[in-house]
């Protein structure tokens, strides 16, 4: 006789968000999400560092958190305190550097030592998905702010704050992606982040910082990160090996004052980071990071051009977009009336998967009209016939091209 099976229905917490759905495998022309290009994953260095640090530090792995206490794996850290003054003007100390399995996690705790429900954050307009719908699972008002090709508007900024301020609200934090920001693949110039730490002082406001993508720049200017202009602990910073390395590695890291930071230290209850994989990536980035970033950027590149020449080809002028300067997304914009999340059923159908543009946006009805490829994971012959495929379904289901 079968046992009666235990139901869990009436066991589960209040306000769960519905549940997952069972993976199905990636479609076959995949443009969704922040994948990497499998092609640049250095297989044979990697494996190269695996072994070095086991043979030297291996015997570590016996204690929790490598012998390095909870910030994480001391080289990882002095490889980044490192890299961030060299490349991004940053300059931080050992102990200001947290290293999370990925940078949502680090966006997690620092959400979690600022947040409370009804509290406000300001944000970009069109922004990263996951930013937003953690806010919004926070009960936490978001007041998107446009961009235009220079990335967040610093006038609409301005009025923001100052009408927040006459209604007696002070936001949390000033959420922003400067450099290739996801998904517009705009990059701020300096002008705006002095103007954006301006404000943030003047308004006493917090600038959280996400610099998840700032390792792909290929073309023109390569302005320094936000924080490197503050001297006055205004700008908490977070980045990842993610959009550098691999997304399945789980690396991210923030940077951020004692205060915050042992705020942080005090909630992040995961008995610590990976040290398996800190130690390989940091032994791979002090002896490859340029040569690394050199050929992916050049390999994103290429994707990119591809890209572009199929929307081109297929979509003709029925669409706009602005070619980012590095990065993995292009952000691209349909004519007033098509809705792309209605369209997203009709592409899956034919293996097509796109990010509809609702979903990355604070207001969802600011960006129906639009949608975002990630062109890194497809090969050039998928991209190829994945936007010839895209263009057929959408002309059946919306008259366009
Ligand atoms: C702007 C931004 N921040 C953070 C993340 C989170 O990345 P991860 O947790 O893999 O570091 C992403 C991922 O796509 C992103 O686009």
Redesign the pocket.
Known sequence: MSEASLDYANLFAKDLPAGAGRWGGFPKYNFV??HNNPDEIPVDALAESAVRVLQQEGRGLATYNMNSGPLGYSGLREFLVEKMAHYRGIQASTDEVLITP????A?NLLNQVLLEPGDTVIIELFT?Q??ANRLRSLKVNLVGIPLDEGGMRMDALAESLENLRQQGVRPKYIYT?PTLQ?PTGTVMGMERRHEMLRLSREYGVPIFE?E??SDLIWDGEWPPAIRSLDTSNHVIH?G????SLS?SL?L?YIVAPWEVMSRMLACKNDSGTGALEQMVVADFFQNHYEDHMDTLKASLRHKLEVLVAALNQHFGNAIEFSVPPGGIFLWVKFPEGVDTKKLEAAALREGIAYNPGCEWAADPEAATNYLRLCFALPSDDLIEEGIAKLAQVFHQEAGVP
Do not use: E, Q
């Open positions: 999400g922040g990925g940078s949502n996690p966006i990263y996951g930013a992606i996801n996400d998840c993508y977070v990842s090996f993610s959009k997304p789980r991210g």
